[in-house]
């Protein structure tokens, strides 16, 4: 079976503070992304990458960056946190097919507080 | 651009009733569907997917959904649902186009079982 990790399942973090959110897949998976989950708003893409170093704007791109410089581990960076930023963050991965769109495996999740 | 609407935020029924939740598409042509299953703190499930051929699919957990074009619909049923069933769940929708493998998800069906 796939597995996605997510490197913390709960975190808490202050106003201002560069947060770094990680993300690991063991399935030599091409594509990675990065969702955030609200009550009432669903999963809402904030960006993925279809290959190392590749990357494109989701839905949500603001006040986010990412960076992956190894096929397996996708980050998500909040260069400067605020509290609309406290969600739950999904982290998924998917094998690329020629646009067939593949079933997204899903990390469990990391809850972000900013305080 | 895709769109999803699931029309029930939050939906009741007995242990042992049938269910079906709704999914609704929006997409000019035969888009890739996805049914996915979140328990309370967990990531995402795929449940089942349509990608083409039989219109009504098979999944995991005795799941199954019927893809309608007319109706430009994806609904999820159970003949019987246990009291295990009782979680969140997602229906998503991908185009097929090589390059751009993104889902856009619906907002989510809550599920609760009573006894």
């Known amino acids: 079976d796939v597995k996605v990790t997510q490197s913390s399942r709960y975190l808490v973090k202050r106003t201002g503070e560069k947060v770094f959110l990680e993300c690991v897949q063991d399935?030599?998976?091409?594509?990675m992304f990065w969702y955030r989950q609200d009550p009432g708003l669903g999963l809402r893409l904030i960006y993925f990458?279809?290959?190392?170093?590749?990357?494109e704007k989701g839905d949500i791109p603001e006040g986010y960056s990412v960076s992956r410089e190894k096929k397996e581990r996708f980050s998500l960076i909040l260069e400067s946190a605020s509290t609309n930023q406290t969600s739950m963050y999904l982290c998924a991965s998917s094998l690329s097919s020629r646009g067939r769109n593949q079933p997204q495996h899903f990390g469990d999740g990391t809850r972000l507080s900013i305080l | 651009a895709q769109s999803v609407t699931q029309p029930d935020i939050h939906i009741t029924v007995s242990e042992g009733a049938s269910l079906e939740l709704r999914c609704n598409y929006s997409?000019?042509?035969?888009?890739?569907l996805f049914w996915y299953v979140q328990s309370p703190g967990q990531g995402l499930q795929l449940l089942l997917k349509?990608?083409?051929?039989?219109?009504l699919v098979q999944g995991i957990k005795g799941f199954e959904a019927e893809f309608k074009r007319s109706q430009s619909s994806f609904n999820l049923r159970k003949p019987s649902v246990h009291w295990s069933d009782a979680a969140e769940y997602f229906c998503?929708?991908?185009?097929?186009?090589?390059?751009?493998?993104?889902?856009?998800f619906g907002t989510g069906t809550r599920l609760t079982i009573i006894p």
């Open positions: 990458s279809y290959d190392v170093k590749m990357k």
């Open positions: 399935m030599d998976h091409e594509n």
């Open positions: 998503a929708v991908g185009r097929p186009n090589f390059g751009n493998e993104k889902l856009t």
């Open positions: 349509y990608f083409s051929g039989d219109t």
């Open positions: 997409y000019g042509a035969t888009p890739y």
